[in-house]
C-alpha cells in the first residue's frame, strides 16, 4: 500500500537544474522523515539528502551541499529536490524513501524503511 512515484527528471546540460518531485501514497509522510538517494551504474545507492518530520532539518551530503535543496510540502504528501549546478557526477537513478537517523542525525546514518520503492527518475547531466 505504501507507493513513492518519483518524477522530474530529465537530460540537461551542466550547470543546469531540474526539480525532483517524490508523491507518496498509503500513508501520511508527515510523520516521518523521508529522503532522496541515488544510484548510479557500477556504484552503491547512496543518500544524497533528507529532511525530518519533527522540525524540518535538512541534511545533504557533502558532494551537493550548497546545490540541491530538499522541501517537503505535507498538504501534498510530497517531497521535492530542486537540484542546481548540477555536474555529470550527478547522473543516476534518483528514489525517495522513508527513513530514520540510527544515531547522530546526518545523511550518513540515514536508513530507509523497509518497502517500497518507487520506479525512481532518471537524471543525466551531459553535454
Known amino acids: 500500500q505504501v507507493q513513492f512515484v518519483e518524477s522530474g527528471g530529465g537530460l540537461v546540460q551542466p550547470g543546469g537544474s531540474l526539480r525532483l518531485s517524490c508523491a507518496a501514497s498509503?500513508?501520511?509522510?508527515?510523520?516521518?522523515?523521508i529522503g532522496w538517494f541515488r544510484q548510479a551504474p557500477e556504484k552503491e545507492r547512496e543518500g544524497v539528502s533528507c529532511?525530518?518530520?519533527?522540525?524540518?532539518?535538512?541534511y545533504y551530503a557533502d558532494s551537493v551541499k550548497g546545490r540541491f535543496t530538499i522541501s517537503r510540502d505535507n498538504a501534498k504528501n510530497t517531497v521535492y529536490l530542486q537540484m542546481n549546478s548540477l555536474k555529470p557526477e550527478d547522473t543516476a537513478v534518483y528514489y525517495c524513501?522513508?527513513?530514520?537517523?540510527?544515531?547522530?542525525?546526518?545523511?550518513?546514518?540515514?536508513?530507509?524503511?523497509?518497502?517500497?520503492w518507487g520506479q525512481g527518475t532518471q537524471v543525466t547531466v551531459s553535454s
Open positions: 524513501a522513508t527513513g530514520y537517523f540510527s544515531l547522530r542525525r546526518s545523511i550518513a546514518n540515514f536508513r530507509p524503511n523497509s518497502g517500497s
Open positions: 498509503g500513508f501520511s509522510l508527515a510523520n516521518y522523515a
Open positions: 529532511i525530518s518530520s519533527r522540525d524540518g532539518s535538512t
